[in-house]
């Protein structure tokens, strides 16, 4: 059984910097792309970042790029998700998603199983 459990969520002042974490069981862990989308109350779940399962490759949503990095440990089944420049606008529950392939790696269909989130506050 597939299971993806976030961590490290809080709340932080804008500009400041956090990282989440999501570590993996019940998959072979560096054979899945891994995702991590965001989610306000009242909007659409977005993409935030996806790294292939050698890590060769990242992808990132316009409104991070520059400002988040996505990584994994493979020995520890566990990817990152390091946030700086934070801004109130990036407040969200946080989701790390797990693919076993990945063709459009900003549609949240096409990750076949997903964490229960973790909440990321931005204050002004």
């Known amino acids: 059984q597939v299971q993806l459990v976030e961590s490290g969520g809080g709340l932080v002042q804008a500009g400041g910097s956090l990282r989440v974490s999501c570590a993996a069981s019940?998959?072979?862990?560096?054979?899945?792309?891994m995702g991590w989308f965001r989610q306000a109350p009242g909007t659409e779940r977005e993409f935030v970042a996806a790294?292939?399962?050698?890590?060769?490759?990242?992808y990132y949503g316009n409104s991070v790029k520059g400002r988040f990095t996505i990584s994994r440990d493979n020995a520890k089944n566990t990817v990152y998700l390091q946030m700086n420049s934070l801004r109130p606008e990036d407040t969200a529950t946080y989701y790390c998603a797990a693919a076993r392939a990945l063709s459009k790696e900003h549609d949240d269909r096409a990750y076949d199983c997903w964490g229960q989130g973790t909440q990321v506050t931005v204050s002004s």
């Open positions: 019940g998959l072979t862990f560096s054979t899945y792309y």
């Open positions: 790294i292939s399962g050698s890590g060769s490759y990242t």
